[in-house]
């Protein structure tokens, strides 16, 4: 991975340093040369603008102009032909370059003075009309190939960045001690990079906005309006960096603490830290502590990340004073079933912890990756369920919910596990692209709108099932009895005894996220035989302990435990 970032970075970077020196550097070195020949008069042979299309990688056309021009020449008696009407005679899309050129020659040439070029006194058969550069096209071509420097550059650095010393003492059993950020309970945020990331975008944003605002400007009133208004961005990435730079020098590093050390799922994320500067008891700093998924998904050549927040929590801190700051104490109840930290890759999970408020006039905004993992000291789901069982509120709710009857006499309990409401969403969905489907079939007599309708019905049968799909379940001692209904109609009936079955386990059967958050968690049970034949017991629970209640209380009637929940 880092072979190939440095390679990817030394790409990009010799890319742009070849697009700069061609089209800046070499005619720059050429120009001031030509300040040095010799002006002789020409005559006129031909000049034109000719022009093609030219077409790109994504099939787009764009069209290119080049002035045409021969001239003859006599230097000490002897004539010579120059075809050269500019230092750098390159196609680009602007005309307006070569038409204007294209105009003055023919104006000198109707002139008494005549047409006047420029020859090498070293080798007199090179020659050019026009010695000058655009001040424009060379500032466009610097800040265009410099986006591809930077970016070359920046991914080299970054990669190199990563390269870390050998670490001591790692013990595989203990994935945080294979980290060197996480080798010892003090962590650093990444708030010092974050100044060289600020500016590095900064920089690039200077780059990429002024490329267009150059191109732009000068070509009529709306063009240069927008020219200025994309110089918009990059300011505002240079007051960010400022105000980033700002608090980095104010406040310096801020080591934070974890005891215990990591931080427990399924126990406690708890430490503390001390913010430089004098601060009062009535501030109060926030310190959220969160997890977030990141997801890396690759199809063909496309790659998209996504990120959400599966676990988040969020605690107003007191300050306590001392002579070497504002000291904040922070202690977080992580529940168990949380997943760990771990590596990045496709699919990891970070953990973090954000620190803000304000001290001596100063933001302070720190962000800290910590390691939070299971350990010896974490409390399982199951455990949690023994010591904090629960209420009778909430069983009375669930008892209602899913028409649960225990017979203690007979040692039988009945229950009906309902459809997901979830799926009247994939229900809406069905019928609005069947809608559609419907209507461009009806109105354009499109095919495709018929296929559309048909494509949308597999929505619509996947929702209206998943929501129609309930259990009826009878458990009694060693045996367990599902009647799976869609709706009311009887679909099927299985039966098994307690020697066939290999476990009853809680999964997720069901999330939602908004704006990047996971806003609900749905939890089901399902069967799993000796056979590994797997049945959907339903359940739809809001909490994973809740799904373990109805498990304990079917294995208590069956007159078994199974295996521990893995989920």
Not at 232 to 258: D, G, M, N, S, Y
Not at 341 to 361: C, F, M, N
Not at 537 to 563: M, P, S, V, Y
Request: charged share 15%; proline share 4%; hydrophobic share 40%.
């Amino acid at each position: 991975m880092k072979r190939s970032g440095a390679l990817f970075g030394g790409v990009f970077f010799l890319a742009g340093f070849a697009v700069f020196y061609f089209t800046v550097l070499s005619p720059v070195i050429d120009a001031a040369k030509m300040q040095f020949w010799h002006v002789a008069q020409a005559q006129l042979i031909s000049a034109d603008v000719s022009s093609f299309e030219s077409r790109d990688n994504e099939g787009h056309y764009t069209t290119l102009y080049k002035l045409d021009m021969q001239y003859k020449y006599q230097v000490d008696g002897q004539e010579y032909i120059g075809y050269r009407p500019q230092v750098n005679n390159q196609s680009n899309s602007d005309s307006s370059r070569a038409y204007s050129l294209l105009g003055q020659a023919r104006t000198e040439q109707n002139s008494p003075g005549g047409l006047m070029i420029w020859y090498n006194p070293n080798d007199v058969s090179e020659s050019v009309y026009d010695r000058s550069l655009s001040v424009k096209f060379l500032l466009l071509m610097s800040l265009f190939s410099g986006i591809f420097m930077a970016v070359g550059i920046g991914v080299f650095i970054y990669t190199g960045s990563q390269s870390a010393q050998p670490l001591t003492n790692v013990d595989e059993k203990k994935p945080w001690t294979t980290r060197t950020q996480w080798a010892s309970p003090v962590i650093y945020s990444g708030a010092k990079k974050s100044v060289k990331y600020a500016w590095y975008f900064a920089l690039l944003g200077c780059l990429f906005s002024g490329a267009f605002s150059v191109g732009l400007y000068g070509g009529n009133t709306f063009t240069t309006v927008l020219a200025a208004l994309f110089l918009v961005l990059p300011l505002w990435l240079i007051i960010r960096a400022r105000k980033i730079q700002k608090q980095w020098l104010h406040f310096k590093e801020v080591p934070l603490t974890i005891n215990p050390y990591p931080g427990v799922i399924g126990g406690k994320v708890k430490g503390s830290l001390t913010i430089p500067g004098q601060t009062s008891t009535a501030t109060t700093f926030t310190a959220t502590l969160k997890c977030t998924e990141h997801l890396t998904k690759r199809s063909g050549t496309e790659r998209k990340s996504s990120r959400c927040i599966v676990f988040s929590v969020e605690k107003d801190l007191t300050p306590r004073t001392s002579a070497k700051g504002a000291g904040l104490d922070f202690s977080f109840d992580v529940p168990p079933g949380q997943p760990q930290s771990s590596t990045p890759s496709k699919r990891y999970h970070e953990w973090a912890l954000v620190i803000q408020g304000e001290i001596d006039g100063h933001s302070f905004d720190r962000e800290y990756i910590i390691p939070v993992f299971v350990t010896a000291q974490s409390v399982s789901v199951e455990q949690e369920l023994k010591n904090q069982p629960l209420t009778p509120t909430e069983q009375s709710a669930m008892h209602a919910r899913l028409t649960i009857d225990e017979d203690t006499t007979t040692q039988a309990l009945t229950l009906q596990t309902p459809g997901a409401k979830e799926c009247l969403f994939i229900i809406a969905l069905g019928a609005i692209f069947f809608i559609v489907g419907v209507l461009i079939a009806t109105l354009n007599g499109s095919f495709f709108g018929i296929v559309f309708s048909a494509m949308s019905c597999l929505f619509l049968a996947l929702g209206i099932w998943g929501y129609g799909r309930n259990c009826k379940i009878k458990v009694s001692r060693n045996s367990l009895q599902l009647d799976v209904y869609f709706f009311s109609k009887h679909v099927q009936a299985l039966s098994f005894t307690a020697s066939e079955i290999k476990d009853i386990d809680a999964f997720v059967s069901s999330k939602v996220q908004t704006s990047g958050k996971q806003s609900s968690e749905k939890f089901s049970l399902h069967l799993i035989t000796h056979s590994n034949k797997t049945i959907n017991l339903g359940g739809d629970f809001k909490t994973i302990k809740n799904a373990l209640h109805l498990k304990q209380k079917i294995e208590r009637i069956l007159g078994c435990r199974f295996a521990k929940n893995s989920d």
